[in-house]
């Protein structure tokens, strides 16, 4: 700052003197982010930026100064200004922002005690595919309306009717197919060495 010349250099501010408001800028920006940041709660650091916070400070400050609203006459009374007009365009922000922050909470980076997906993961879609491929292919073309009603989730009573089977042959078809499909995925038997 102009240390001769103190009256003159917040008059002009006042005044909206571009080179005066530079001044200004430069050498208080420092103090006045190092304020606000200060004061910036964790949570309300994910809301907004602290650069936005100082932007707003400066000209709501500009602003009432150009208007003659506010006066400054010296260093203390513009650092006192600053931090006031810092602290209440916090709380503006925190209150914007409150009902937010409560509602916010930390996800657990492990994923513990999220809920759980409703539907399968695509690993399991995937081998419920090809497992619904393995038993199309197994099963003979008479059968694959059994096969279609059970995966829709009837029960053995109820495909019985659908189809007009008894309902012990469409169990005793649907193990047949589960034999198969169980011999067909069985490890092949292990050679005995001969000695």
Known sequence: MDEDAPDRFFESLGRGDAAAVERVVAAYGPYLRVLVRRHLAGGLRRKFDSAD???SVWVHLLHALGTGAWQVKDDAALRALLATVARRRLVSRF????AA???ERPAEATGEGLPASPGP???EVVQAEELWESLLG?????????LRLRRQGLSLEAIAARTGMHEGSVRRVLRQLARRLALREAPP?????KG
């Open 189 to 193: 038997p292990a050679a005995v060495p």
């Open 138 to 146: 197994l099963c003979p073309p008479a059968h694959r309306e059994l």
């Open 121 to 123: 993961r695509p690993s």
């Open 53 to 55: 916070v100082v932007q």
């Open 101 to 103: 922050l409560e509602r």
């Open 95 to 98: 209150r914007r922002h409150r």
